[in-house]
Structure formats: structure tokens, C-alpha cells
């Protein structure tokens, strides 16, 4: 008589066995320039759709500055802008000293952390965000208005001051909270409940946010840029591959494939988007960014984002932008260590 131990209980080799036999509907497959814009038009419109619904008129964004701080190096203002009715996002925008006008904006997005966007400007209150703040060199924001550059940091949902009621209370009920604390969870599964995703809805944000800074005299806003670690390396993917008013993308420790990472290793919710796979591994995702520039830096020792998944995808990725005859404009920076923010080459790439 046969047992249990002889039949396949499990639910992920079924899994596997779909994706390697489905394949995706749009993956990358291009010869000519031509047929690369087509496939990106087409890759575009069911990657909106699968972020999530989204209103079809924009609300009054109501600019507002809530705070002023004045740092060494830059100015610091706490503003906030209503992206849906009745919600809003607030930012930090950071403005070197006495620098020429007008500036170059870069947008600098955060990934998972308690302290959010805090993090990137340097803002430390406590030994606990100086340590996160060393050990991933996460004050990516910072050193880019010391740069020169006007910088803009969006607090992205789930996070800081935009985690829900529960997470907000721990927050503040405790005098050594965890580095990790954020609202995805709740947030991320009641999105897909209600036809929504997470990363959709912070891709709107900042899709706002794009639309406020094009409203402002002091920036070059046909010169923007986006920077992102992590969780906001996944957003900048996104972004920049579905926003051209981002004219050039610096994503660290994000680039992978779905089957190395996502799918092997456990991540946040807050990056799971329904049914992508049905259509395009990750590099194709990636690839919608092409032929702007993109940089890809990524940790040797990654353990979330491992080297074998990032060779993978940057092999999709030079084949689309070698057809679309910009193969320079994509560049690759790796270095030895964890999952972190490098940035060595950040400001000289910048600049180029």
C-alpha cells in the first residue's frame, strides 16, 4: 500500500514546473529597434494594469511646507502633496547652499527600514537609525545635495510616519523600536484585495511627486533622475520603466530574477505584483528603462539578491540594449559585500 511519502504533496514544484513551461507572454525577444519600442509599449500597458487601478483624474496636489531645517551643507524642508483624495505624501526636499539655479533634481527612494525616508537625508535620533544608517550606507540622499544636486525623498507608504495604526503605536510605545518595523504586510495584501497593489500605489506617489517637481522654476525637471536601494531599487525599476520623465535610473541591490529571488528567497509582500510572471521576467521589467541610462549595483555576497540571479538579468538586459544600439548606457557596479548601498560610482556616473 502506498503512503503519503509517496506522492507530491508539495505546491512548489508545481509552481516551478508552470513557470518553466508557460513562459512569458512578452519576454524580450526583439531584433530591430523597432520591434523593441512595440514590445516595450505593449510590456508597459500590462504592467500599469497589473500594479493596480488607479484614478483617471489627479486630485489638487496642495503643495504645502509643514517644516524648515537647516543642515551644514543644505537646506532640509518637510513638504507634503495629496496624490488620491484625501491622502497625501510627504517629502524631504534638500537644497545645497548657495548652489546655482537651476538644479539638477534627483529623486532618492528608500527601501524597507523603520525610519524611511529619514535615513537617506542622514537623520539619526537614536544609536539604533546611526546603525542602519552605517551598516548600509543608507545617507544616499545626503551625499547627492552635497553633490550639488536638488534632492527629493519621498516617505514611502508603510513606513515611518506612514505606518498604520498598530506598527505607529509600537512604534511609539517603545524606547528601542526594531529596525524593520513597517505597515507592508497589512497594507500589501488588503491592496490585492481591492484590486491594488503596494508597489502600485507607491509608484502613483511618486508619479506624483514627478508631476510637482515639473511645477518648480528652480529645476532642470528634463534632467531628472531616480536613486534607489533595495525596496526602493524595486520602485525606481518600476518607476523608470513606466515614468520617461525619469531620464536616467541608479537601482542597487534590487536587480535580479524573479526565479532567483522573489521566488526562492523570502521578501517582503510589498514586492509581489499578481500574474507578472504570465508576462515578463524581471529584466524585461528592467528593460523598459533602456535605452536611457541605467546603472545595476549589486553586492558579491547579496544573500537576498544573489550574484547568479543578477548575471542572469543584466544578460537580458545588455541583449535589449545592444538592439536598441545604446549597449553604453548600461553600466554595472560590483562590490564586495552584503545587501547594501555602494555608490562609489554614484556622483561621476551622475555627472557623465
Known amino acids: 500500500m502506498a503512503g503519503l511519502s509517496d506522492y507530491e504533496l508539495r505546491t512548489m514544484p508545481g509552481i516551478w514546473k508552470w513557470r518553466e513551461q508557460s513562459g512569458q507572454q ?9 520591434e523593441a519600442a512595440r514590445w516595450q509599449t505593449a510590456l508597459r500597458t500590462q504592467v500599469w494594469r497589473l500594479l493596480g ?19 551644514p551643507e543644505f537646506l532640509c524642508e518637510l513638504m507634503v502633496i495629496q496624490t488620491l483624495p484625501g491622502e497625501y505624501l510627504p517629502f524631504y526636499v534638500l537644497t545645497p547652499h548657495q548652489a546655482a539655479k537651476p538644479l539638477t533634481p534627483v529623486i532618492a527612494l528608500h527601501g524597507h527600514g523603520t525610519w524611511g525616508a529619514k535615513t537617506l537625508v542622514g537623520i539619526e ?18 551625499k547627492l545635495v552635497i553633490a550639488g544636486y536638488q534632492v527629493f525623498v519621498p516617505m514611502l507608504r508603510g513606513f515611518a510616519e506612514r505606518m498604520e495604526d498598530r506598527e505607529l503605536d509600537a512604534l511609539r510605545s517603545t524606547p528601542e523600536p526594531p529596525p524593520w518595523l ?11 484585495l481591492c484590486g491594488q497593489t503596494l508597489m502600485g500605489l507607491r ?13 518648480r522654476a528652480d529645476v532642470q525637471a528634463d534632467q531628472l533622475s531616480c536613486v534607489g536601494l533595495s525596496g526602493g531599487g524595486t520602485l525606481a525599476m518600476y518607476l523608470a520603466g513606466l ?12 536587480i535580479n530574477t524573479f526565479k532567483q529571488s522573489l521566488m526562492s528567497i523570502d521578501h517582503c509582500v510589498c514586492n509581489y505584483v499578481p500574474n507578472i510572471l504570465q508576462y515578463a521576467e524581471m529584466a524585461d521589467v528592467a528593460g523598459l528603462i533602456a535605452p536611457r ?60
Open 125 to 142: 535620533n537614536s544609536p539604533a537609525e546611526a546603525e542602519v544608517i552605517a551598516s548600509l550606507h543608507a545617507d544616499y540622499a545626503r
Open 26 to 34: 512578452l519576454a524580450f525577444s526583439a531584433s530591430s529597434p523597432e
Open 182 to 192: 513597517s505597515s507592508c504586510h497589512q497594507v500589501g495584501l488588503n491592496a490585492i
Open 293 to 352: 541610462p541605467l546603472m545595476v549595483e549589486s553586492g558579491s555576497l547579496d544573500p537576498i539578491y544573489p550574484q547568479t540571479g543578477v548575471t542572469e538579468a543584466l544578460a537580458t538586459l545588455k541583449t535589449i540594449y545592444e538592439v536598441l544600439g545604446k549597449s553604453e548606457l548600461l553600466t554595472t557596479h560590483t562590490f564586495v559585500g552584503q545587501h547594501r548601498f555602494d555608490g562609489e560610482p554614484l556622483i561621476d556616473w551622475m555627472q557623465q
Open 243 to 254: 515614468d520617461l520623465r525619469i531620464k536616467r535610473a541608479y537601482i542597487s541591490g534590487a
Open 53 to 71: 487601478s488607479f484614478p483617471t483624474e489627479y486630485p489638487d496636489p496642495q503643495p504645502a511646507l509643514v517644516e524648515t531645517s537647516e543642515m
Open 203 to 215: 509608484v502613483w506617489d511618486v508619479m506624483r511627486l514627478i508631476d510637482y517637481i515639473h511645477t
